[in-house]
């Protein structure tokens, strides 16, 4: 059988989490990051055990963003399959630029993205298709924004529609605020050019729970979920981070639940965008708020979520190549994918200072203690080789995964792994696992 080469377009844990995948699918001989991390590269494998990985990966100087210069790079490498991490260079058109080039590839194309990149696109499409989601409306005019806080009764959530790096939504909860969130917005244009039409949405209370699904098209198979821990520091405080731990099982999330956010949330997008000719492939990210009336869509993204990705992928039993495979041809099945039983931790190390302003270059050690254990491993995000040595270059640097019959093992392993590296300052939440609401 030839060896399949693929692409994996990112930089972050999430795409060192794919390429690690990918390495271990049996069809696999070559994985390229572009542009990577300093984790992103291994030699082959070939007998590889536990979760260590098997094909080789290589880094390539192509930056996510770079969109012909991925297309080039795909074409003369001969590149069977490439899978997109990161939403900008999906919400951007690189899937429709490798379609155009006839090239396999793994994601949304730009009109499907818009279920993320536009926030007014995915509460008009939700609406459209009686997809249970809040009360909204979308105003470029800022004393209407205003004259529409007056007229409702409800506690509102304020966001800049558009991609702005998660940052760009306000919680309010009371009137002063929701009319200091619209200046913010609007006014101080605090995201930028996000900011030029903002969403007003009614505030959902609560548990909040993320159901992530591989899509081909026409159907969804929901992806085991997991939980991720949105807040800097312990017990739910500090500031909203991209995410610094998850695991699996959610304790939270049964099958019935699952089943339910399936057949009124997940399968109705697919026959949604199907009908209006921009069938949805690749995954899709569901965040929902478990309210009084059942799941209810806060938002969508187009891709994987992170961390959530390194703490799922460690327990897919089946070919991470062929599921790719199988949804880019329409013809993914529940039969495709099967997960281990078990448990699976994840601890994200993160820089001083994180999410605010910190400091890159700090030298990391410990890594090789980590390295090629069976049952835990690293996967780098923020992070790049100088000289020698691996040192900081992100907010999120790096995480511990760890695997085992129950959480409490995984949970023990991946800490024991956290305990093995150091830089100075290094950051991580005590009390993953533990969920607070
Ligand atoms: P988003 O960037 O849209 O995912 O929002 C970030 C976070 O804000 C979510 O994870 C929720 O915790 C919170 N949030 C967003 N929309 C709402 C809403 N309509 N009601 C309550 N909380 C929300
Ligand atoms: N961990 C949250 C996200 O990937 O959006």
Redesign the pocket.
């Known amino acids: 059988m030839t060896q399949k080469k693929v692409l994996v377009v990112g930089s972050g844990g999430r795409e060192h989490t794919l390429a690690w995948a990918l390495s271990r699918s049996p069809q696999v001989g070559q994985v390229y990051v572009a542009p990577g991390n300093a984790g992103t590269e291994w030699p082959a494998n070939l007998n590889s055990t536990g979760l260590q990985p098997r094909a080789s990966s290589q880094n390539v100087a192509v930056g996510s963003d770079d969109i012909a210069g991925l297309v080039e790079l795909a074409r003369r490498e001969a590149i069977d399959l490439t899978v997109v991490g990161p939403e900008a260079p999906l919400a951007a058109g690189l899937v429709d630029a490798f379609q155009a080039a006839r090239l396999p590839v793994f994601g949304p194309t730009q009109q499907a993205a818009r279920l993320e990149a536009s926030k007014a696109f995915a509460k008009d499409f939700m609406k459209q298709h009686n997809i249970p989601t809040?009360a909204y409306a979308v105003f470029d005019d800022y004393e209407a924004a205003l004259g529409y806080l007056d007229s409702v009764e409800h506690q509102v959530?304020v966001?800049a529609d558009g991609l702005a790096a998660?940052k760009g939504?306000l919680?309010c909860d009371d009137i002063e605020q929701a009319r200091a969130a619209v200046d913010t917005v609007m006014v101080e244009r605090a995201f930028g050019a996000a900011g030029q039409s903002v969403v007003i949405?009614?505030?959902?209370v609560g548990p909040?729970i993320s159901i992530l699904a591989w899509c081909d098209g026409r159907q969804a198979v929901p992806i085991i979920p997991a939980r991720d821990h949105?807040r800097a520091y312990d017990n739910d405080q500090g500031p909203?981070t991209g995410g610094m731990g998850a695991f699996t099982p959610a304790p939270d999330v049964d099958g019935a639940l699952v089943a339910e956010a399936h057949q009124t949330i997940l399968q109705p997008v697919m026959d949604g965008m199907a009908a209006q000719g921009t069938p949805y492939v690749g995954i899709l990210y569901a965040?929902l708020?478990l309210t009084a009336n059942g799941p209810t869509v806060?938002?969508f993204n187009c891709r994987f979520g992170d961390p959530e990705t390194q703490a799922v992928l460690p327990l897919l039993e089946s070919d991470i190549y062929e599921i790719f495979q199988a949804c880019v041809a329409g013809r993914l099945t529940e039969s495709n994918i099967a997960w281990q039983p078990g448990a699976c931790a994840t601890i994200v190390m993160a820089s001083p200072g994180y999410p605010d302003n910190y400091p890159k270059g700090l030298l990391i050690s410990g890594l090789e203690a980590v390295a090629w254990q069976e049952d835990a491993i690293v996967f780098h995000a923020g992070t790049v080789r100088s000289g020698e040595g691996v040192v900081t270059a992100g907010g999120r640097v790096l995480a511990v995964s760890a695997v085992g019959d129950e959480l409490a093992q995984a949970l023990g392993r991946a800490y024991a792994g956290v305990e093995q590296i150091q830089f100075e300052g290094a950051h991580y939440r005590q009390d993953i696992g533990r969920i607070y609401q």
């Open positions: 809040g959530v966001k998660g939504v919680i949405e009614e505030r959902l909040e949105k909203n965040g708020m806060l938002e």
